[in-house]
């Protein structure tokens, strides 16, 4: 898959490769604890922030695992960059991914999330053929916990003071769908939505 396929559009959003030029969108999330937690690359100032931006610029392919591709979550209206959301592939045999994001505090509880996160795994799905998807976030993150609930990923573990993170005791919750799961419940959701209507 080229660069250039790589544009994916929902409703609201254009999830595509981080250019150049969002730089300072994503540097004004990028460094928030919150957001600090679930990143590979952390950064303490510009300069590390740089770094792992253009880390994050080149993760534009999945042909071998540990491979990740990273998504701006592009605003359609005024083409805001609000955040980012990536898929990893997490192992090549059990075609097992993960899936991390995060937004900018100025574009949350708007449901952005929730449908940059739907598209990607769609697409883990749809067009890497992954058997199952995962993600990982802290016990304490309610936002991130509703989201993955919401979109029908069960919660398969509470790891309660499993590592010490910034000197306290951390909890970690991993939920994950199954590639049926997924199906299943992208059906479920196509009926309700004709029902409403
Ligand atoms: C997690 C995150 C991406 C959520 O994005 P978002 O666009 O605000 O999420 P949505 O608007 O799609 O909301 C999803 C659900 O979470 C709820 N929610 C969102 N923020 C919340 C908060 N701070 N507290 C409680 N619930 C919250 C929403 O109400 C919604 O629930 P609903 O379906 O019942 O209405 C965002 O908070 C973020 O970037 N956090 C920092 C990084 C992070 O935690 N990443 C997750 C790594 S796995």
Redesign the pocket.
């Known amino acids: 898959m080229t660069k250039n396929e790589l544009t994916v559009k929902t409703d609201r959003l254009i999830l595509r490769p981080l250019e150049r030029s969002d730089f300072d969108a994503v540097l004004s999330?990028y460094s928030?604890p919150?957001?600090q937690?679930?990143l590979d690359w952390k950064a303490r100032d510009k300069i590390e922030a740089k770094v792992a931006f253009d880390a994050l610029r080149k993760q534009t392919r999945l042909t071998r695992p540990g491979e990740i591709i990273t998504f701006a979550i592009v605003r359609k209206t005024d083409g805001a960059v609000m955040?980012h959301v990536s898929l990893r592939w997490a192992d090549a045999h059990a075609a097992q991914g993960e899936?991390?994001?995060?937004?900018?505090p100025a574009?949350?509880?708007?449901?952005?999330?929730?449908?940059a996160?739907n598209a990607v795994i769609t697409m883990g799905f749809a067009d890497y053929k992954l058997h199952r998807i995962f993600?990982?976030?802290?016990g304490k993150?309610?936002?991130?916990a509703?989201?993955?609930k919401?979109l029908g990923m069960r919660l398969e573990a509470h790891y309660r003071e499993h590592a010490l993170f910034q000197g306290e005791w951390d909890e970690e919750l991993h939920f994950a769908i199954l590639d049926r799961e997924w199906q299943r419940s992208a059906k479920v959701r196509d009926l309700s939505r004709h029902k409403v209507a």
């Open positions: 999330y928030l919150d957001v937690r679930y955040g899936v991390r994001f995060a937004l900018g574009f949350r509880r708007q449901g952005f999330g929730s449908e996160v993600a990982v976030t802290a993150n309610e936002a991130a509703k989201l993955l919401h």
